[in-house]
Structure formats: structure tokens, C-alpha cells
């Protein structure tokens, strides 16, 4: 999901959040002076939440937003359902107008078209989890039988069928978390919007709820928006991530891109503990076949083939396994060759051969 072929399910343009009761002006300043989140805050006591922020989520993607404490990232998110109203821009969901809507569209898209799952699992303590996870079908007033039969339905899904008539407080943290990730499959909605969901969680429970998720959005294919501090839960989630730094995203990219390209020393800084092994691949590395061949001669008969998808550890393996060229194809198309040069500049972070 590298580029959108299609109208975008999420469209965030030129985003702007300042926070001070001389919002109007500071952000006047801002756009037109060029003067720093510093400045806003000592001439005008705003704070810049978010800074022309603008990005597109195609449908069914995953899309991460991550960043530091005070970077932004869930002021960003908090956009999309108008949790919080912008100071200047444009956000479109399936192509309406969010920023637009009256207070009854907005309880709509709020109740049937976005959902969204918190850090603090936002339970009702005094509802069993069947009622917790039932809450956003009892609000569009659906029989009972009906919003429980979902609700025995989804915890399935997150595998709690058995705990449907415990309490908030029986539960472990990751339980909780998962009784919150139903509520919001229930609302069988078209955008999730995830704040951290994970975070508070031990890293074992955690990297468990991971790999639901993960497995969950493949059978579900929901918009997500995924916001995170962690880039190792950005990479190992996300199809696409944005960085976020002082309200402003600093880079979108695949993991791949990410790790690979940073676009700056901040990004650099954030993937320099990241392992390349697993996110870069083949088709990032091959060279030109004509062009290899030219120069070396004919790619012999038994040359392994990999396909553009594999990783480092794959090449790395197949590498130690057969000295010469490897083949990297598609349908039985050859796309590329990639030689030992090739992957040793992948492991030290110079790119593929030129």
C-alpha cells in the first residue's frame, strides 16, 4: 500500500492546531512570519499542537503515526472524529467533509463510522463485557438480542467468549484492552483510530495484542490509524508510517523507507537501533539484469531465484548457501540480480548497487 490508486479513506490536508486564546493570530503569524513553536508560545502564550500537518490513508491500511511525548500524534488523531476542531485545514472521511458537519452528522460518523480505542481501555465499570462491548448498538437502539448476539460475535473474534458476563475489574490489563478493541469491531465501523492502545500493557502482553491485531486487520481490512511512541510496534504494525516531531510529520514511509532512507538526523537517530535484517529487500537492492549481465556474462542456469519481497535474512541465507548472483523475479519474470557487493551494502545501509 506504497501509493493510493483510489479515493483515499482518510485525507488530512494542511492540518493546523494551536492551542491559546490568541490562536487566530498566532497562527496568522506562523503562516505568514515563518515564526518558530518558541516564539508562538512567547509572543502570542499559544501552544502549537499540531503543525500543517497533511497525509492519505488509503482504504484498508494500516497507517501508523509515532513520535516522541508532545510530538503531536494524538492531537493529530483526534482530528479525524473532531474530537478536537482544527485551526485551519481540511480532513475528509470516504470523501465527506469532516470538518463540515453538523452536530448530528458528527454524532454519525462518530457512532456508525469511526471508531476509536484508547491507552486506558475506557471501560464502563459497571457494565458486564457483553454491555461494554454492546454499548455502541444499544445507542443506535438495536434489540438486545441483537446487540448481545454481535457481542458474543466479536469477543470470540478477540477470544474472551466465556468471560461475557464478568466485570471490568475481573479482568487482567490485556484482557481489558481486548474488550475495548471488540467494542469498536462491533460498531462494525469504516475507520479505527487506535491512541496508543498497547502501551500500557507488559512488553509479553503487549507483543501478544500485536499479533491479534495484526491477524484481526487482515480478516477485517479496516482503515486503521495507529498511533504509537514505539517505531518498533510502528514498523512491525504499520503498512505506511508518519513521524511526527514538535507537531510536524518529518517523514511518510513503508518501514522499508523508514529504516533505509531516513529523511533527516532525527529520523535517523529514531532507526538507528532498528535491525535492517527483516525491512530491507530485495527489490531495494537488485541491480539492472542487462546491465549485470553485460558486465559479468550470462546468469547461470542454477542461480537461485528470490522474490523482490525477500528479506536481508533470506538473502543472507541464500548467499552463504551459493557464491555467485541471485536472481530476483516475479511470475517467472526476471525483475533483478542481486550479487554478495549487493547485500553487504544492504547490511551496512548504503543502498543497492547503482
Not at 85 to 109: F, M, T, W
Not at 170 to 185: D, H, K, T, W
Not at 248 to 261: A, F, S, Y
Given at each position: ?33 515563518g ?9 502570542y ?5 499540531v503543525?500543517?500537518a497533511?497525509?492519505?490513508?488509503a482504504e ?7 513520535g516522541?511525548?508532545g510530538s ?29 458537519l ?6 454519525d460518523?462518530r457512532n456508525?463510522?469511526i ?5 486506558n ?6 457494565r458486564?463485557?457483553?454491555?461494554n462491548?454492546?454499548m455502541?448498538?444499544?445507542i443506535r437502539?438495536?434489540?438486545k ?9 466479536v469477543?470470540?473474534l ?5 468471560w461475557e458476563d464478568k466485570?471490568?475489574?475481573e479482568?487482567s490489563?490485556g484482557m481489558?484492552?481486548?474488550?475495548g478493541?471488540a467494542?469498536a ?12 492502545p498497547?502501551?500500557?500493557l507488559?512488553?509479553?502482553?503487549r507483543?501478544q495484542?500485536?499479533?491479534?491485531f495484526?491477524?484481526?486487520?487482515r ?11 514505539d517505531l ?16 510536524r ?9 523508514i529504516?533505509?532512507?531516513p ?7 529514531f532507526?538507528?537501533?532498528?535491525s ?8 531495494s ?5 542487462d ?8 546468469l ?11 528479506d536481508?535474512?533470506t ?6 548457501e ?9 511470475a517467472?519474470k ?13 547490511i551496512q545501509g ?5
Amino acid at each position: 500500500m506504497n501509493t493510493l490508486t483510489e479515493q483515499p479513506a482518510i485525507q488530512v490536508s494542511g492540518v493546523w492546531k494551536i492551542f491559546g486564546d490568541r490562536w487566530r493570530e498566532a497562527l496568522h503569524a506562523v503562516q505568514n512570519q515563518g515564526i518558530s513553536k518558541q516564539q508562538v508560545l512567547e509572543e502570542y502564550n499559544c501552544v502549537v499542537g499540531v503543525a500543517d500537518a497533511s497525509f492519505e490513508v488509503a482504504e484498508g491500511e494500516i497507517f501508523c503515526i509515532m513520535g516522541l511525548s508532545g510530538s503531536g500524534k494524538s492531537t493529530l488523531v483526534r482530528h479525524v472524529n473532531r474530537l478536537l476542531e482544527p485551526s485551519a485545514g481540511h480532513i475528509r472521511v470516504n470523501g465527506d467533509d469532516v470538518v463540515g458537519l453538523n452536530d448530528k452528522q458528527l454524532r454519525d460518523l462518530r457512532n456508525r463510522r469511526i471508531a476509536m480505542v484508547f491507552q486506558n481501555f475506557g471501560l464502563m465499570p459497571h457494565r458486564t463485557v457483553r454491555d461494554n462491548v454492546a454499548m455502541p448498538l444499544e445507542i443506535r437502539d438495536l434489540p438486545k438480542a441483537t446487540r448481545w448476539q454481535e457481542a458474543d460475535r466479536v469477543l470470540e473474534l478477540v477470544e474472551l467468549n466465556g468471560w461475557e458476563d464478568k466485570y471490568a475489574h475481573e479482568l487482567s490489563g490485556g484482557m481489558q484492552q481486548r474488550v475495548g478493541l471488540a467494542r469498536a469491531i462491533a460498531a462494525d465501523p469504516q475507520v479505527l483510530l487506535m491512541d496508543e492502545p498497547f502501551s500500557a500493557l507488559d512488553p509479553l502482553i503487549r507483543r501478544q495484542l500485536q499479533d491479534q491485531f495484526m491477524q484481526l486487520a487482515r480478516v477485517m481490512k479496516k482503515t486503521t490509524l495507529f498511533i504509537t511512541h514505539d517505531l518498533d510496534e510502528a514498523i512491525r504494525i504499520g503498512h505506511r508510517i508518519a513521524i511526527m516531531k514538535d507537531g510536524r510529520i518529518i517523514q511518510i514511509g513503508t518501514p522499508e523507507d523508514i529504516v533505509t532512507n531516513p529523511a533527516d538526523d532525527y529520523v535517523a537517530d529514531f532507526v538507528a537501533s532498528i535491525s535492517r535484517l527483516k525491512f530491507v529487500h530485495a527489490a531495494s537492492l537488485m541491480q539492472n539484469p542487462d546491465t549485470y549481465i553485460a558486465e559479468y556474462g550470462p546468469l547461470p542456469q542454477n542461480a537461485p531465484k528470490v522474490s523482490a519481497n525477500a528479506d536481508l535474512n533470506t538473502l543472507i541465507d541464500t548467499a552463504i548457501e551459493w557464491p555467485g548472483a541471485i536472481i530476483v523475479e516475479d511470475a517467472g519474470k526476471t525483475l533483478g540480480v542481486i550479487d554478495r557487493v549487493d547485500i553487504m551494502r544492504g547490511i551496512q545501509g548504503n543502498g543497492g548497487s547503482e
